[in-house]
């Protein structure tokens, strides 16, 4: 511890240099402030200073505080120059340390430095130094030499200057700048006094006190920072705040001479002070007389004027204001120009946006305006010609290939669709075409110098100047707006530029408008669809369907010729079934044509839609002599499927009359007429098989009536006659025994008729015609048919002169073999269809199946008889057993045997359980042998058996048979016999031998005993 000592100077010494450090923290957040860099080192060095002072107040050895000595300099060559660095920032005086300044001023602070720390070599700065006790404290001391006093020298004079600078601050800085100045004067005083105190020996103290007035310096900045916001508030001065200011300044005296101008003026006049100073205002601004004689007797005014020609020239606020002396005597005049150039420009600027909004406006309102296409176009295109002044103009739409789709003219009506051929050609290879495919604007000043413009033969007016913009959306040019004038010139880069600002918003306005038009295209699609599938889904009939859909469709669409066209039976020819507009006849038919003929034929055979723009330019064109002359037709085939049901044909006067649009909605409208025309087709189908179905119903219900066979065939023939509509009907047989046809049943002919044809025969007669031929034979009008194919020219001749005019004959066949005819008449002609003669056939089936189960039941009938007049004159009992046990057949004299009482009509279809309970009661014998014989055939043997019992007074024998049909067993036939005399003989026959046998055995014996 005795290198080093204790003193209490140090405490404040400490507190100096914390408070230096807290000013440099302090003022480096301000270090934009001018001044507070300055400031920053300066406190830095005042805290080194103050810092090594308290380690050199407390060593106690001369290497010590030699060494402590030296580091206490690197904090004392900073202080005075950081504070004369300050000092000219704050007090507006920056400039100074421009340039060479601020290399300079930092020189004698490093040649100090290094003399200090050289100085055991030349000793030019401590010549010599020891240590001396004050009141047992150990202080330093040294003699100075000559490099001591210059640095003494220097310092005191960028000290004075500071002080001197900062004086005049405070004398010349308005009040709330001197709190400031004030503080700073004092901060810079005290330690220049301490100094100055403790080391030329005035008074006698031991310590140096310069350090310690630091405490009160820094003290004071800190005051001044809490109380005046230094480094917040810093004064320039005021002739800086001129020099420095961008307006210009100038004075003038009473005289109107100028007195003083800044660097600003300078530059406006483009003159050097040396030339304009003192010399009358009018000299000064002789190139504008205008100037001088309208602000020469003005004191006090605002102003606005203008300055210089072309490119350079500016605008100026002139304010003038008076110079008052004391007692408000006027002393001159003060001008003031503010550059207001880039506010005019603004203005300017402000107006052109303004008016290029109001523009994009008018343009934006006329696009929206309106909700369809047509009227948008419209719209833009003629506000467009209107703030530009055009003469003329275009709007193209395009559509994805870049073709014209929508073309409207300024001032004229929408383009024709012939003229879109020309708005085509000039997209491609006219000036709208180079828009389209440079996404650019094309400024035309002269169309006759620019090769981009194409001149269109007959053009209906001049156009020298042109200005085409593109409409882009979504990136993509769907437009071209074209305006044209007649002279050249007219049209400006800001009317290309406003067309351009404007043409985004052009283009969401007429994208919407497209969306709307397609909706609204959409909903009227849909809405004739609507009508379409609701008129025609109300009918099922073809011919109604198809008239109701194109009155339907004549009503909602502009088309002028509407036909549905629908094949005949025999898909030869196409037969117009409803047309919107009056046909021409053809000999009392429907207008028909081939299927290979015309444009519908030609889309009936393709089963694709035919669409001809131009129907002269077809060969394939049929002319259906309409009144309305025919230029373009559009065909869509009606299909289900892969069957095509006929053709919805349009028509239209005008040369490509159909656009796209127009094709879908057809195709739309021909898949719903598809739709109902099917379902009426599969109604009507569906009708005509329930009417067979009933015809053969009600016919074959007349048959089942009775099985009788004159009975069967008039029910039938009157059933066929109304089931088929016809007058009348002859059913005519085979005379199995002749061989030759017969009438066997007649309905609607005259009787006499009828009897001549009995008379006559049939052999001649379409009757006879059809059996021979065994087929169908129909003539739908006799007034047609030749005759000499069927050889029945008497027959025929009859029956037309009966008033008959059509004829159905059909064979009946069973097994393939003819029985007989069905010939029907009707008054009316009638074509028969296949389907009515396919019915007929059916019919005559039943006919002919009906016949031969007539005949068939007359055969069995007559064979029943027979067998139950056999079987009832039979002395022998039969009784019949079916497989299910009940009995089939019985008589009476069966009943007789088996002592059964009731007529056989009772007990047939009797169970023979019943029979067997009744026979155990009354004949206990019979049963028991029935019995047997059912175990018997139960068992499995169905063999042939026979047996005898007793019924007193009768002996019965009995036969039990199996009654088969091939190899299926049908039941059992038991047939009873009565065998009583027989019996009673052979008893007798037996009694009389045994008698004989009797009577010859005695005498016998008696000759054999003899």
Known sequence: MADWQYTPWVIPLVLASALSVWLARYTWGKRQTPGAIPFVILSLGVAWWTLAYVFRLSCATVPAKLFWSKVRYLGIVVVPTAWFAFTLQYTGRGDWLSGKGRWLLPIEPLLVSLAVWTNDWHRLYWSDWGLVNENGLLLWTAEYGPLRWVHVLYSYALLLTALHLLLMTLARSPRAYRGQAGALVVSGLVPLIGDVLSSYGLFHIPLNLSPFSFLIANSTAAWSIAHYRLFDIVPVARREIIEGMSNAVLVLDIHNNLVYINQAALEVLGRSADEVLGKRASDVLAARPDLVSRFRTVTETRAEITWGEGEAQRHYDVHISPLRGRRRRLLGRLVVLYDITERKRIEA?????????????????????????????????????????????????????????????????????????????????????????????????DTEQDERWLTLPDAEYPARSALAVPVVSGGVVFGVITLIHSQPGHFTKDHAYMMLSASDQIALALRNAQMYDEQRRLAARQTTLYEALRTVGQHLDQDTVARAAVDTIARLTDWPVVFILLPDEEYARLEVIAASTPLPEEQGRRLSLSINQGITGRAFRSGAVQYVPDVRQDADYYDSGLEIEISSELAIPLRRGDEMLGVLDIAHDQVNAFDDEDIRLAQSLAEAIALALDNARLYTETRRYASDLGALYTVSRSISRSLILEEVLAETLESALKALDFDAGIITLVDEGSGSLYIAAERGLPADLTERFREAGMDDSLCAYVYDHEEVVTIGDFEEVDQTRFQADRYIENVRALGMRAYSGIPLMHQERPIGTLSLFSRRPRPISPRNQALQVAIGQQIATAVTNARLFRAVADERSRLHALIESSRDGVVLVGTDRRVLVINAQALTFLRLSGQPEDWMGRSVVEVLTLLKLTTPGVAEVIEKEMERVLTGDDSAGEGEYEIPPRTIHWLNLPVRAEETVLGRLMVLHDVTEERSLERLRNDLIHAMVHDLRNPLTAIYGA
């Open 349 to 445: 600027n402000l107006r052109a946006q303004t008016r290029l909004s109001e523009n994009l406006v008018a343009i934006t309102r006329a696009a929206i305006k309106y909700t369809s296409l047509e009227a948008a176009l419209r719209g833009v295109l003629r506000m467009a010609a209107t703030i530009t002044e055009a003469e003329h103009g275009s709007v193209f739409l395009l559509d994805e290939f870049g073709n014209a789709i929508d073309c409207v003219r300024a001032r004229d009506d929408v383009v024709l669709p012939q003229q879109r051929a020309i708005a085509n050609q000039v997209l491609r290879d006219g000036l709208a075409g180079w828009v389209v495919s440079h996404r650019q604007a094309a400024l035309v000043e």
